[in-house]
Every structure is written in structure tokens, then in C-alpha cells.
């Protein structure tokens, strides 16, 4: 059974850092793409950033773009999102999530972290 674990949310003033992390445990992601995505108030899902298992081809949504890094680490079989420059409207519940090779679409997901940015 596969499981993404994150780890690394908190508070956070405007303009600071945090580093979220996901390990996965149970299988790797090869073929798969990887994801942040998060869920502030009012809003539907937002995915973030996302990465190729297999090449580490990055895309970012524009929202945060220049502020935000997502890496893997296959050894550890884990991805991480760095996140510079923060905002109040960062604020929401990141969820580390796997697409599904065939369909693309985002079907394993995490329990997912809080991050809260305010001053």
C-alpha cells in the first residue's frame, strides 16, 4: 500500500520560508508525475508545482512562480517544495499528491500539512 507522508508545514510571517517535504513509502512513482497542490478557503484544489518522476521536468503555477522550487530526491524517494517570499495568500492545507501513469490525473495523495502565513 503506498503512502505520502509530508512533513515541514507551520506559521510563518510574510516574506518568509518554509520547506515541505514528502516521502513516499510503499512503491516508487516511476512514469508519474508528482505534485504540490493546495487548498486555501473558498477556493478549489490549486496544483502548485509539479515534477516528473523520470526527468525532473518542473511546472509551476503562476501564482507562484519564481517563489517557489519543487525537487526530488530519488534516493530517498521523496520531493520537496521550498517556498521563498511568502504570502498571506499562501495560507491553505498543501497536499503532496501522484498522478495516475495512464490518466495523469492526481489519485494518491497525502494527509496533508497546514500552512498559515500571517503577521
Known amino acids: 500500500q503506498v503512502q505520502l507522508v509530508e512533513s515541514g508545514g507551520g506559521s510563518v510571517q510574510p516574506g518568509g520560508s518554509l520547506k515541505l517535504s514528502c516521502t513516499v513509502l510503499?512503491?516508487?512513482?516511476?512514469?508519474?508525475?508528482m505534485g504540490w497542490l493546495r487548498e486555501t478557503p473558498g477556493k478549489e484544489y490549486e496544483l502548485v508545482a509539479a515534477i516528473s518522476w523520470d526527468t525532473g521536468v518542473t511546472a509551476y503555477a503562476t501564482s507562484v512562480r519564481g517563489r517557489f522550487t519543487i525537487s526530488r530526491d530519488s534516493a530517498k524517494n521523496a520531493i520537496d517544495l521550498q517556498m521563498d517570499t511568502l504570502k498571506s495568500e499562501d495560507t491553505g492545507v498543501y497536499y503532496c499528491?501522484?498522478?495516475?501513469?495512464?490518466?495523469?490525473?492526481?489519485?494518491?495523495w497525502g494527509q496533508g500539512t497546514q500552512v498559515t502565513v500571517t503577521s
Open positions: 510503499g512503491r516508487t512513482f516511476s512514469g508519474s508525475r
Open positions: 499528491a501522484a498522478s495516475d501513469v495512464a490518466s495523469g490525473k492526481f489519485t494518491s
